[in-house]
């Protein structure tokens, strides 16, 4: 490819294909959406921290009272609006297609201890995954 740089002179274009793909990287766009999707990740991951911590410990001190199980209700619900938070960023920065989660279906109906109970982990065994059946963690004799 040539460039005409003077009437009558040309000169040649810096060609790309014999540039190594390392050399290129840092200096590519997508280098620089990801750099700032990893800085903005600290903040948001401190908050959910905290967040996950003072609950579960608030919950777990509570737990002896029935008041324990509402507060871990409350933490698993903010676990999940944190979590659509970050796809909603990894879609926005990254460009990536992040799958939504199954949506919580509360089987007792719209009571408040039926929203709370759906909240709560599943304790039937589900396909797939062998470390969510209460079987497989028995202890031998």
């Not at 840092?26 to 903005?40: I, K, N, Q, S, V």
């Not at 009571?111 to 059946?133: D, E, N």
């Amino acid at each position: 490819m040539t460039i005409d740089t003077f009437p009558g002179t040309t000169a040649t274009a810096p060609a790309t294909k014999g540039v190594p793909s390392a050399w290129r990287a840092p200096f590519a766009a997508a280098t620089f959406r990801e750099f700032g999707y990893t800085l903005t990740s600290l903040p948001v991951a401190i908050a959910g921290f905290v967040f996950a911590v003072t609950l579960f410990s608030l919950g777990a001190g509570l737990a002896v009272t029935l008041l324990g199980l509402p507060v871990f209700a409350v933490m698993l619900a903010g676990a999940r609006g944190l979590g659509a938070v970050e796809r909603r960023r990894a879609r926005a920065r990254l460009g990536l297609d992040v799958a939504e989660p199954a949506p919580v279906r509360t089987a007792g109906g719209d009571s408040g201890w039926a929203r709370v109970r759906a909240r709560l982990p599943s304790r039937t065994p589900r396909a797939g995954r062998p470390w969510s059946s209460r079987s497989s963690c028995s202890r031998g004799g």
